[in-house]
């Protein structure tokens, strides 16, 4: 079955540590993206990537960093800079041509800052 | 400014009985598409329904379909028949820069609560 699998469901981490959240994908999608959604709000898109070994920053993307070494991948890292890392994050792809780019998403991962 | 605006904080509906959520959005792009989507407790998100800014035609899909106002900027997603299992957030995204091909990214609302009572 095709689809986007993020690992861990629920992370736990230290403030000051770094941690590395997974996003991965069978649907061959060329363009991927990362959402950050806090309680009883909106997503709002962290980073995003359109092609292997290319990404672009979205409107909140410090104390974020990203890599896409291959097309099926697309790991956040979420940095100690990151003031308020608490939050679910959301990890999506979709097909980068057409006028119609349906997003899908992965089932998140829930990081809480100890 | 908010690109995409979702008045409502949370609804009440009868189980049966249709709802509208309301979603206005604001873009200099001719070029833009509209999506829905339903996000239950478990934090998936699930597409409802498209609207494209050029589609002659509101969109339907099942018991979803769009209000689609290009002239007041609004795409309000009216839900028939409401079941149990609506109980959802529900969250309204715009795509611009279609034609520029300048990403897929998504604006998202705020999101509008629905419980369905029995």
């Known amino acids: 079955d095709g689809g986007i699998t993020q690992s861990p469901k629920y992370l736990f981490r230290k403030e000051g540590q770094n941690v590395t959240l997974s996003c991965e994908q069978n649907l061959n999608h060329d363009a991927m993206y990362w959402y950050r959604q806090d309680p009883g709000q909106g997503l709002r898109l962290i980073y995003y990537?359109?092609?292997?070994?290319?990404?672009q920053k979205g409107d909140i993307a410090e104390g974020y960093s990203v890599s896409r070494e291959k097309k099926e991948s697309f790991p956040l890292t979420v940095t100690s800079a990151q003031k308020n890392p608490t939050a679910f994050y959301l990890c999506?792809?979709?097909?980068?041509?057409?006028?119609?780019?349906?997003?899908?998403f992965g089932p998140g991962t829930r990081l809480t800052v100890l | 400014a908010q690109k995409i605006t979702q008045t409502q904080p949370g609804m009440f509906v009868q189980e049966k009985e249709a709802v509208t959520l309301d979603c206005t959005y604001d873009?200099?792009?001719?070029?833009?598409?509209l999506f829905w989507y339903k996000q239950p407790s478990s934090g998936e998100m699930i597409f409802l329904i498209y609207q494209g800014s050029y589609d002659q035609q509101n969109a339907t899909e099942g018991r979803y379909s769009l209000n689609f106002q290009k002239a007041r900027k609004s795409a309000n997603l009216v839900i028939s028949a409401s079941q149990l299992g609506d109980s959802a957030m529900y969250f309204c995204?715009?795509?611009?820069?279609?034609?520029?091909?300048?990403?897929?990214?998504?604006?998202f609302g705020g999101g509008t609560r629905v419980l369905v009572k029995p």
């Open positions: 999506a792809s979709s097909p980068s041509s057409g006028s119609y780019n349906e997003q899908f």
């Open positions: 873009t200099s792009d001719p070029s833009y598409g």
């Open positions: 995204a715009m795509r611009e820069a279609l034609i520029k091909a300048a990403g897929n990214k998504l604006t």
């Open positions: 990537s359109q092609i292997v070994n290319d990404f």
